[in-house]
């Protein structure tokens, strides 16, 4: 089975912080994907990655900024961390470069900005 | 660019059927499903592709209409298992020839013995 794993299940950080969501996946999958979701706004694109080094911009991409050193590897980072980013946070990846495939999501992170 | 979704949201006796529909104003090249449990993950559905391929679920069925950019998701004689929130995704052309999926706000269905 394809696992998708995050760092933290719950995490709490205050305004102006550096964060750093972590997303690993162990199926040698192409691309690798951060949405973050809130309430009665279903799924946002933050940010997506077709490959190691390359990053795509999603919907949402102000106030945040993506890194994929190594292909299972895909992080998340909020430079100044600020209450409005507050929010549950699901990585993805799946495994076709040519085509959008079926993602498979981890457990997310609950992102708490004070 | 969200992909719209009707309802959004709808209580089902077991046993009966609801249909979930999903409209872009975007040319599609795919469109996708998902359903999320609370406090779950997201899961895959199904793909349907332009042409009409389609690819997953084997007790859920849908449908794309690929000149009206829509697809409807059919769940008939429904189960408590199928509680959750559904999700379409819609697959277009960002320009480049780079791809984007963007999901639409859910569905909430809710099935009640």
């Known amino acids: 089975d394809v696992k998708v794993t995050q760092s933290s299940r719950y995490l709490v950080k205050r305004t102006g912080e550096k964060v750093f969501l972590e997303c690993v996946q162990d199926?040698?999958?192409?691309?690798m994907f951060w949405y973050r979701q809130d309430p009665g706004l279903g799924l946002r694109l933050i940010y997506f990655?077709?490959?190691?080094?390359?990053?795509e911009k999603g919907d949402i991409p102000e106030g945040y900024s993506v890194s994929r050193e190594k292909k299972e590897r895909f992080s998340l980072i909020l430079e100044s961390a600020s209450t409005n980013q507050t929010s549950m946070y699901l990585c993805?990846?799946?495994?076709?470069?040519?085509?959008?495939?079926?993602?498979?999501f981890g457990p997310g992170t609950r992102l708490t900005v004070l | 660019q969200q992909p719209v979704q009707s309802p959004q949201a709808v209580i089902l006796r077991e046993g009966e059927d609801a249909v979930i529909n999903c409209s872009s104003s975007?040319?599609?090249?795919?469109v996708h499903w998902y359903r999320q449990k609370h406090g779950e993950a997201p899961v895959f559905l199904m793909i349907?592709?332009?042409?009409?391929e389609q690819k997953g679920h084997e007790k859920i069925s849908a449908s794309f209409n690929e000149k009206k950019q829509q697809s409807s998701l059919y769940l008939t004689a429904s189960q408590l298992s199928y509680s959750g929130t559904y999700f379409c995704?819609?697959?277009?052309?960002?320009?480049?020839?780079?791809?984007?999926?963007?999901f639409g706000k859910g569905t909430k269905l809710s099935v009640i013995p």
């Open positions: 993805a990846s799946s495994l076709s470069l040519a085509v959008l495939d079926e993602q498979f």
């Open positions: 199926m040698d999958h192409e691309n």
């Open positions: 990655s077709y490959d190691v080094k390359m990053k």
């Open positions: 975007k040319a599609l090249y795919s």
């Open positions: 349907l592709l332009k042409g009409g």
């Open positions: 995704g819609t697959e277009w052309d960002s320009g480049a020839g780079s791809y984007q999926l963007t």
